[in-house]
């Protein structure tokens, strides 16, 4: 491919949500992607994973440590695991994010041809149990009763959004003052978004909005 082609897919923002695992681009043709660090680390670029006979496995964890973009036509993206000689071309980057749910699904259907495993997929406490802090201010303290508690999450509650719908079940005050629009999530002490992760030890503030 050309640098001419390559540069039509040039990235116009770059953005690492580390608490996610997430890498955010979004391009000149008004593509927008959010890329899991696991898709970008299984699918590397690098010669040594491309010649593998069975798929990169194991790196549900994985995250990235650092972004080096290489000249105007590739990010160099280096992984928690030490994984770094992947050279991704913007155009090679957009791809990706078009083609993820195909993409994804023949890496699954790989990885069960082999017997292989995606990972652990959560840090829990010794009893398999994921813990977090919650911390209540203003009006959402008095609802609660009390300005902190421990609770127990379920399976289902991975992310920021997962977790304001469990909340919500705790009753029709909690559904008012749970709402996306009346207030703001803070994991540990960031301001959050819908999809950043919660996971054992976190603490998770909410703080109504302003009126």
């Known amino acids: 491919m050309s640098e001419t082609e390559n540069n039509h897919f040039s990235p116009t923002e770059i953005k690492l949500h580390q608490k996610s695992r997430l890498l955010e681009i979004a391009y000149t043709d008004g593509f927008r992607f959010q890329y899991p660090c696991e898709y970008l680390r299984v699918f590397s670029t690098a010669a040594e994973v491309k010649v593998m006979d069975k798929p990169v496995h194991g790196k549900q964890m994985v995250n990235i440590s650092m972004l080096d973009p290489q000249g105007t036509y590739a990010l160099k993206i280096t992984f928690d ?16 994010g078009k083609n993820y749910e195909a993409n994804w699904q023949a890496y699954l259907e790989r990885l069960e041809k082999h017997g292989l495993s995606r990972g652990d997929a959560r840090i829990t406490d010794q009893e398999g149990k994921v813990v977090i802090k919650l911390l209540y201010f203003i009006d959402l303290a008095r609802i609660s009763g009390k300005d902190e508690e421990e609770v127990i999450v379920p399976e289902s509650v991975t992310n920021v959004e997962s977790l304001l719908v469990w909340m919500r079940k705790r009753g029709e005050r909690w559904q008012e003052a749970f709402a996306d629009d009346r207030l703001q999530v803070t994991v540990n002490k960031q301001f959050s978004e819908p999809y950043t992760l919660i996971e054992h030890g976190d603490e998770v503030a909410f703080v109504p909005r302003p009126k």
């Open 81 to 96: 695991d030490g994984h770094d000689t992947g050279i991704y071309s913007w155009a090679t980057l957009h791809e990706l």
